[in-house]
């Protein structure tokens, strides 16, 4: 089974701050990775799949890279509405997520 | 607009059953595999169960292989989760998901439902 291991577990940010998340897999998978965004209550909302292909409709100020075991999410301005939890899932092998990343205000 | 709805969730005891059901719209249900990914309380999220477009593929996580059987009605545009021998971990809420794809070829998800909640205590 592929683990995926995200960090940090929480990050606490500003308004304007430059955010980036980091997702590691157990083995490689190439680029079949994908980040979602969820909010409490909500269900989990695509950003990006294909490591770095952004969803239709996500704000640019999303990006993510890399591949095989190392990937990042990074939010190039944090924004009110990015206050949520991320996760990531790779799909190379059935699905795993990471654990997730809690972005909170500072 | 693609829509998914879930229901079926509620609470139940240790060793009970429960079927959930997931009512797709907006889109032709049978040209892509769904999945059931679950989120116990506080916690991440955890696949569950594929089924590819046609229904003749599934897959299954090992912590519910067995117990749960994963199903569709292309007709009626709904997938099924169908949870026997229900235990205490199983208590989450539990989402539809829409594959990018029709064949159980591993895709991400790009829609989701709201989910339902199971509860099983005694």
């Known amino acids: 089974d592929i683990q995926m291991t995200q960090s940090p577990s929480t990050l606490s940010a500003s308004v304007g701050d430059r955010v980036i998340i980091t997702c590691r897999a157990s083995?490689?998978?190439?680029?079949?990775l994908a980040w979602y965004q969820q909010k409490p209550g909500k269900a989990p909302k695509l950003l990006i799949y294909?490591?770095?292909t952004l969803e239709g409709g996500v704000p640019s100020r999303f990006s993510g890279s890399g591949s095989g075991t190392e990937f990042t999410l990074t939010i190039s301005s944090l924004q009110p509405d990015d206050f949520a939890t991320y996760y990531c899932?790779?799909?190379?092998?059935?699905?795993?997520f990471g654990q997730g990343t809690k972005v909170e205000i500072k | 607009e693609v829509q998914l709805l879930e229901s079926g969730g509620g609470l139940v005891q240790p060793g009970g059953s429960l079927r959930l059901s997931c009512v797709v719209t907006?889109?032709?249900?049978?040209?892509?595999?769904m999945s059931w990914v679950r989120q116990a309380p506080g916690k991440g999220l955890e696949w569950v169960s594929a089924?590819?477009?046609?229904?003749?593929?599934?897959y299954y996580a090992d912590s519910v292989k067995g117990r749960f059987t994963i199903s569709r009605d292309n007709s009626k545009n709904t997938l099924y989760l169908q949870m026997h021998s229900l235990r205490a971990e199983d208590t989450a809420v539990y989402f539809c998901?829409?594959?990018?794809?029709?064949?159980?070829?591993?895709?991400?998800?790009?829609?989701w439902g709201q989910g339902t909640l199971v509860t099983v205590s005694s």
């Open positions: 998901a829409k594959d990018t794809t029709t064949f159980l070829t591993f895709a991400y998800f790009d829609y």
């Open positions: 907006g889109l032709t249900l049978s040209s892509y595999a």
């Open positions: 089924i590819s477009g046609s229904g003749g593929d599934t």
């Open positions: 083995q490689s998978i190439s680029d079949w």
């Open positions: 294909k490591a770095s």
């Open positions: 899932q790779q799909y190379h092998s059935y699905w795993t």
